[in-house]
T-cell receptor, first 113, second 117 residues
Framework: QKEVEQDPGPLSVPEGAIVSLNCTYS??????FMWYRQYSRKGPELLMY????GNKEDGRFTAQVDKSSKYISLFIRDSQPSDSATYLC?????????????FGQGTELSVKP | EAGVAQSPRYKIIEKRQSVAFWCNPI?????LYWYQQILGQGPKLLIQ????????DSQLPKDRFSAERLKGVDSTLKIQPAKLEDSAVYLC??????FGQGHYEQYFGPGTRLTVT
């Protein structure tokens, strides 16, 4: 079993739709949860990060973490064609892990005008 | 602020040849990471440096891969000899966080796309 599981998609939605992206994980030591966005032929860029459980909102993006279920989500409201990219969840544990990120497989999102 | 620089952007080699990738992190960032991203997968950490010391190289195939970070700034990753399964994008990232801190915001370069034929 992989430490982090993510549905690879691809996911295609019309412009303006609400998008839900999800990851599950198995390592209860994870405390930091991140979402990266990766455009084609570019490096990943940090979109949002959350510490422990709870919600975090930034504009059209909302990140949720449910540690009891080992489940994290990213919601995109009013999706735009410019949101078309691969979304990677990533997690890390504090202390000895030294900030090592464990990434999910990535979900490819396409927002159609 | 300049981002993480990597070169070359693309490289095609035959199996059993050697190849080297170069990374220049964001100025002042103490921590540097090399990741391997195979098509359709998320990045996988190969090696992590804190200044010029290795923090984690547990997933580096040491029989063929090597990396160094001289003077705690630039870094090179080398593969010798290359195998077909090494075809991937090699990403360099850097972070200003120090070892032992909780959160590590990592900034990625554009990557080097390696094709082994």
């Amino acid at each position: 079993q992989k430490e982090v599981e993510q549905d690879p998609g691809p996911l295609s939605v019309p412009e303006g739709a609400i998008v839900s992206l999800n990851c599950t994980y198995s390592n209860s030591a994870f405390q930091y949860f991140m979402w990266y966005r990766q455009y084609s032929r570019k490096g990943p860029e940090l979109l949002m990060y959350t510490y422990s459980s709870g919600n975090k909102e930034d504009g059209r993006f909302t990140a949720q973490v449910d540690k009891s279920s080992k489940y994290i989500s990213l919601f995109i409201r009013d999706s735009q064609p410019s949101d078309s990219a691969t979304y990677l969840c990533a997690m890390s544990a504090p202390g000895n892990q030294g900030g090592k990120l464990i990434f999910g497989q990535g979900t490819e999102l396409s927002v159609k005008p | 602020e300049a981002g993480v620089a990597q070169s070359p952007r693309y490289k095609i080699i035959e199996k059993r040849q050697s190849v080297a990738f170069w990374c220049n992190p964001i100025s002042g960032h103490a921590t540097l990471y090399w990741y391997q991203q195979i098509l359709g997968q998320g990045p996988k950490l190969l090696i992590q440096f804190q200044n010029n010391g290795v923090v984690d190289d547990s997933q580096l195939p040491k029989d063929r891969f090597s990396a160094e970070r001289l003077k705690g700034v630039d870094s090179t990753l080398k593969i010798q000899p290359a195998k077909l399964e090494d075809s991937a994008v090699y990403l360099c990232a850097s972070s200003s966080s120090s070892f032992g801190q909780g959160h590590y915001e990592q900034y990625f370069g554009p990557g080097t796309r390696l094709t082994v034929t």
